[in-house]
């Protein structure tokens, strides 16, 4: 294959590559779009208008100001933070000892915890809605993270991870003196980085975007999260498009910056750099 070929065969690929890209994003840009469009803009007129006419930010001003849409953003950072923290920490201590460790009945573990995946949410969320009620964590932050402090796709992830780590740098370390929770926060939480921070990325969206639970555990406005504040834009009696296009941006941006900052880091790493040869 000559020079051309070659650089025609990558430039359908870059061309196929954003077709899909534009077409993934355009729900996203068309939400934008009818956040930006002004009173007097027809957002149901056909053939539809993607860019408005005359551009404004006040239905984001008026969503802020009419809502404590600064009270939903603290308490949905509060909630996703905190769950992200108790699932690195949860599923990180389940993962180390079914990946590095031998004992009885590990593989069966192993086994039972995957299983849980196939059980749908809405199976358990009645048993989980009594136990935290009786718990007296209804209206309150730890009750919101309660069902997602762990997951066994965490813990199935790191596990994973945890057996890519080289043997060497676990030896090393007993003979160092090193106790398993030494070599565990030392060696191994260090070795699957890219694992944990692609955990907790999946965990933060997951958090961040819960709609169902909160709506069952709540009933007081000042531990509403952002999906419900959105919710709330829809009025019984009337309904702006535009607010809630403006309320739904609000509440996916901070997402969205999150994995800009972070999606240099889900990249894989070869743990064996740290042994030489």
């Not at 935290?132 to 199935?156: E, H, K």
């Amino acid at each position: 294959m000559n020079w051309k070929s070659a650089k025609i065969q990558r430039f359908k690929h870059y061309f196929l590559l954003g077709a899909i890209a534009i077409f993934m994003l355009f729900p996203l840009l068309w939400l934008l779009s009818t956040a930006l469009k002004s009173g007097s803009e027809n957002i149901f007129q056909f053939p539809p208008q993607l860019l408005p006419s005359e551009p404004t930010f006040d239905n984001f001003i008026k969503v802020w100001q009419t809502n404590p849409m600064g009270r939903y953003l603290v308490n949905s950072i509060i909630v996703a933070s905190l769950t992200v923290e108790f699932n690195l920490l949860f599923c990180g201590l389940a993962a180390y000892p079914l990946a590095r460790l031998n004992f009885r009945g590990r593989d069966g573990i192993f086994t039972a915890i995957i299983a849980t995946i196939m059980i749908p949410f809405q199976i358990v969320m009645i048993p989980l809605y009594v136990l935290t009620v009786q718990l007296g964590l209804r209206n309150s932050y730890f009750g919101l993270i309660f069902p997602s402090m762990a997951s066994a796709f965490g813990i199935f992830l790191l596990r994973q991870a945890f057996l890519g780590v080289p043997k060497e740098l676990e030896e090393a370390a007993r003979m160092d003196g090193c106790s398993e929770l030494g070599i565990w926060w030392n060696i191994m939480l260090p070795a699957v980085r890219p694992a944990l921070i692609t955990l907790g990325i999946f965990v933060f969206i997951g958090s961040w975007s819960d709609f169902l639970w909160p709506l069952l555990i709540l009933d007081q406005p000042e531990y509403y999260t952002l999906p419900l504040g959105v919710a709330k834009l829809a009025g019984t009696f009337s309904l702006d498009w535009r607010l809630v296009a403006a309320g739904a941006v609000i509440s996916i941006a901070p997402v969205l910056l999150l994995f800009l900052l972070l999606q240099r880091y889900i990249v894989p790493t070869d743990a064996a750099t740290g042994v030489k040869g």
